[in-house]
């Protein structure tokens, strides 16, 4: 129980020493996680009835990134290899949605 109560202090630590509240981080990353889902299945369906993709791509990267938005305008002092890691994070992110897309739409026999 120790290291549980330890963890915890820690865990509400950062707020203090980075501005950023980590139970809003954490409910806008889990909020996201349906949102960002639903646009993913938007841009497969625009695709495969030949609609634009545009709307549905700039809501699921909004969805995306929308927790490490609120780090970078809320956080304050936040360490360098932070913002390395976030966007490490989001290039890994960001090609692997391309690549599920991708899957998806060749498993469903859409031509491009």
């Known amino acids: 129980m120790e290291f549980l109560e330890s963890f915890y202090a820690w865990f509400l ?3 203090d020493n980075y501005g ?3 139970f809003i981080f954490g409910g806008i990353y889990i909020g996201a996680i349906p949102f960002f889902t639903l646009s993913v299945a938007w841009i497969v369906r ?3 009835k030949g609609y634009s993709i ?3 791509v700039l809501l699921a990267s909004f969805f995306f990134v929308s927790a490490y ?3 970078l305008i809320a956080g304050e002092n936040v360490p360098i290899w932070v913002y390395a890691v976030v ?3 989001l290039l890994y992110g960001g090609w692997s949605t391309f ?12 031509q491009a």
Not at 99 to 110: A, C, F, L, P, T
């Open 20 to 22: 950023v509240n980590p």
């Open 13 to 15: 630590s950062l707020s």
């Open 69 to 71: 938005l609120y780090l």
């Open 54 to 56: 545009v709307t549905p």
């Open 99 to 110: 690549y599920k897309i991708k899957v998806r739409v060749k498993d469903e026999g859409i």
């Open 87 to 89: 966007i490490v994070m």
């Open 46 to 48: 625009n695709y495969k």
